[in-house]
């Protein structure tokens, strides 16, 4: 809450930076941060208004909860190669940010990690080849993300992870995944490609108003369709 603080020199010897350490620091433009830093607290940046670019060593394990979340000038974030977590809601309302690239070893990334990164257009995570679980709503209301190509070897899918995504036009469902989230693509009114592994389930309102999908192929392992599946899907042809 140190309102007017507009630069921080941090020591070298820092390791960690605990939760809400610099939290609504509103004018905090830049802060270095050290090559012994291993970790980020939850919140430790949140609602930092000012600050514009982050770049973290490779000693950087983990990010913490709403870290950065609504970071609102933040344009440019470097990962370092050795994070393995990205908490919920990490990057949330970081309305700036246009493209992120997910370190290869990350097995987590939160529910709402990203969400509402309105000028997201691109995100690097194909070769996150442990990425094993992708929290709900992740990539909520990113409009700007046109296309994603997901790990194969992601299973768990949290619910809505592209749900207001209205730019998305094609995405192809990693084959560990039997079962489509409930809102998957909920809103995403240009998608008109999906591929769909051999899943027995696709979920609850997982379709709902993509308005300019005209096919769509359903594998024959798909033994349950949620209700509103493919609610006001205008366009589907068959």
Excluded: H, W
């Excluded at 940046?45 to 000038?73: H, M, P, R, Y």
């Amino acid at each position: 809450g140190c309102t007017a603080l507009e630069k921080v020199v941090l020591p070298e010897a820092l390791t960690d930076i605990y939760s809400y350490a610099f939290r609504d620091c509103a004018a905090l433009k830049d802060i270095p941060f050290p090559d012994s830093l291993t970790g980020l607290g939850s919140r430790s940046f949140q609602n930092c208004v000012s600050l514009s670019q982050i770049k973290l060593s490779d000693t950087v394990t983990g990010i913490g909860g709403s870290a950065f979340e609504n970071c609102l000038s933040l344009s440019s974030a470097t990962l370092g190669k050795n994070i393995s977590v990205i908490g919920e809601a990490a990057f949330a309302e970081c309305v700036l940010l246009k493209e992120i690239s997910i370190p290869d070893k990350v097995n987590t990334i939160g529910k709402e990690a990203f969400d509402g990164c309105e000028l997201l257009e691109k995100v690097n995570i194909s070769n996150a080849s442990v990425l094993n679980s992708l929290g709900n709503y992740a990539f909520r209301d990113c409009k700007s993300l046109t296309s994603l190509d997901l790990p194969s070897e992601l299973a768990d899918m949290g619910d809505g992870i592209f749900k207001g995504c209205v730019s998305i036009n094609n995405v192809v469902v990693p084959e560990a995944v039997l079962s489509l989230p409930k809102e998957t693509f909920y809103g995403c009114t240009s998608l008109t490609d999906v591929v769909l592994p051999d899943l027995y389930k696709i979920g609850e309102s997982s379709f709902v108003n993509c308005t300019s999908l005209t096919k769509m192929n359903i594998p024959d392992t798909v033994n349950e369709i949620g209700k509103k599946a493919f609610s006001g899907c205008t366009s589907l042809e068959s």
